[in-house]
C-alpha cells in the first residue's frame, strides 16, 4: 500500500462553485499534518468529497469567510475506511447567506471520524449546518460538536443525525451543540437526532442554548474589567473552543487571527 496521500487539485463547476476532492491512503502527507481549505469567495455551489482508505489520517479545516453579499452552499461527502481518523473542521463565518452540508459514510471497522463545528453570526446573516453520519460496519466511532454563537438579527440553524444500523454492533456515537445568543433579535434552531437498529452501542446526543452569564460579567467588572471588555472575553472564550483541537498551531493562529480571537488581545 502507498505511504502517502492524494490530493486531487480543484476542478471548475459548471456556473459558480468549485469541486475538490481528497484521496487518503495510509500514512500522512508529506507536505502538511493539516489540510487548510478555503471555500472560494464566490458563491453558489461548492462539493469536497473526502475518501479515507484503509488506515488513512487526515486532518482538515474547511473555512468559509466569503465577502458579505455572498450566498454559498458546501457539501461534504466522507467515506471513512477501515482503521481510519478524519479529524474535521468547519468554520462558517462570512458571507450573507451560508449553508453546509455533511454526510459522512463509516464503512470500515475502527473508523474514527471527529468534526468540530463553529458558526459565527452576526448583522443579518443566516448560517446553516446539517450533518449526518450513517455506520453500517461494528466498531466504529463519531463524534461532532458545534458551537453557535448569533448576534443581532442573525439566525442558526443546527440538524444533525446519527444513524447506526443493525450490522454496526459496538457502535460509539455522539453529537452536542452549544448555543450562545447574544441578542434578543438573533435565532438559534438546533435538530439532533439519533436513529439507532442495534441495542450494543453507546450513543449521546444533547443541545444547550445560553446567553452571556450576568455572574461571569459580575466577576470581571469586580476585577476592574469593564462591561463591553467583560463580554467580548466571554465571547472570545466561546469561539475559541472549536479551534483549540486544531494541531497545527500556524493554522489556528491564522484562523484565531481573522476572527478576532487571538489569546494575546485578552492581557
Same mark, same amino acid.
Given at each position: 500500500?502507498?505511504?502517502?496521500?492524494?490530493?486531487?487539485?480543484?476542478?471548475?463547476?459548471?456556473?459558480?462553485?468549485?469541486?475538490?476532492?481528497?484521496?487518503?491512503?495510509?500514512?500522512?502527507?508529506?507536505?502538511?499534518?493539516?489540510?487548510?481549505?478555503?471555500?472560494?469567495?464566490?458563491?453558489?455551489?461548492?462539493?469536497?468529497?473526502?475518501?479515507? =482508505?484503509? !488506515? +488513512? $489520517? /487526515? %486532518?482538515?479545516?474547511?473555512?468559509?469567510?466569503?465577502?458579505?453579499?455572498?450566498?454559498?452552499?458546501? *457539501?461534504?461527502?466522507?467515506?471513512?475506511?477501515?482503521?481510519?481518523?478524519?479529524?474535521?473542521?468547519?468554520?462558517?463565518?462570512?458571507?450573507?447567506?451560508?449553508?453546509?452540508?455533511?454526510?459522512?459514510?463509516?464503512? =470500515?471497522? !475502527? +473508523? $474514527? /471520524? %471527529?468534526?468540530?463545528?463553529?458558526?459565527?453570526?452576526?448583522?443579518?446573516?443566516?448560517?446553516?449546518? *446539517?450533518?449526518?453520519?450513517?455506520?453500517?460496519?461494528?466498531?466504529?466511532?463519531?463524534?461532532?460538536?458545534?458551537?453557535?454563537?448569533?448576534?443581532?438579527?442573525?439566525?442558526?440553524?443546527?440538524?444533525?443525525?446519527?444513524?447506526?444500523?443493525?450490522?454496526?454492533?459496538?457502535?460509539?456515537?455522539?453529537?452536542?451543540?452549544?448555543?450562545?445568543?447574544?441578542?434578543? *433579535?438573533?435565532?438559534?434552531?438546533?435538530?439532533?437526532?439519533?436513529?439507532?437498529?442495534?441495542?450494543?452501542?453507546?450513543?449521546?446526543?444533547?443541545?444547550?442554548?445560553?446567553?452571556?452569564?450576568?455572574?461571569?460579567?459580575?466577576?470581571?467588572?469586580?476585577?476592574?474589567?469593564?462591561?463591553?471588555?467583560?463580554?467580548?472575553?466571554?465571547?472570545?472564550?466561546?469561539? *475559541?473552543?472549536?479551534?483549540?483541537?486544531?494541531?497545527?498551531?500556524?493554522?489556528?493562529?491564522?484562523?484565531?487571527?481573522?476572527?478576532?480571537?487571538?489569546?494575546?488581545?485578552?492581557?
Amino acid at each position: 500500500m502507498k505511504e502517502h496521500q492524494i490530493f486531487k487539485s480543484k476542478d471548475a463547476i459548471p456556473g459558480s462553485g468549485s469541486r475538490h476532492a481528497v484521496e487518503a491512503v495510509a500514512g500522512r502527507s508529506p507536505a502538511t499534518g493539516v489540510l487548510h481549505y478555503r471555500i472560494p469567495n464566490t458563491g453558489g455551489v461548492h462539493e469536497i468529497d473526502i475518501a479515507l =482508505g484503509e !488506515g +488513512a $489520517r /487526515v %486532518e482538515m479545516v474547511i473555512e468559509q469567510a466569503n465577502s458579505a453579499e455572498v450566498e454559498s452552499l458546501s *457539501r461534504v461527502k466522507v467515506k471513512a475506511g477501515s482503521d481510519s481518523t478524519l479529524k474535521l473542521t468547519v468554520i462558517l463565518d462570512g458571507g450573507a447567506k451560508s449553508a453546509f452540508e455533511i454526510d459522512t459514510s463509516v464503512e =470500515g471497522r !475502527g +473508523a $474514527r /471520524v %471527529e468534526l468540530r463545528g463553529l458558526l459565527n453570526a452576526k448583522g443579518s446573516q443566516q448560517f446553516s449546518l *446539517r450533518a449526518d453520519a450513517v455506520h453500517a460496519v461494528s466498531d466504529t466511532y463519531s463524534d461532532l460538536q458545534v458551537w453557535c454563537a448569533a448576534r443581532d438579527d442573525s439566525r442558526t440553524v443546527f440538524n444533525g443525525r446519527i444513524h447506526i444500523l443493525q450490522s454496526a454492533p459496538r457502535t460509539e456515537a455522539f453529537q452536542k451543540n452549544r448555543n450562545l445568543m447574544l441578542s434578543k *433579535r438573533a435565532t438559534v434552531d438546533s435538530f439532533p437526532k439519533l436513529l439507532i437498529e442495534n441495542d450494543e452501542v453507546k450513543c449521546a446526543h444533547g443541545s444547550s442554548t445560553s446567553s452571556l452569564e450576568p455572574e461571569q460579567t459580575y466577576y470581571l467588572q469586580a476585577r476592574g474589567i469593564d462591561r463591553e471588555t467583560a463580554e467580548s472575553m466571554m465571547l472570545k472564550g466561546f469561539l *475559541r473552543q472549536p479551534l483549540e483541537w486544531i494541531s497545527d498551531a500556524a493554522v489556528r493562529g491564522e484562523i484565531e487571527s481573522r476572527l478576532g480571537v487571538v489569546e494575546e488581545e485578552w492581557s
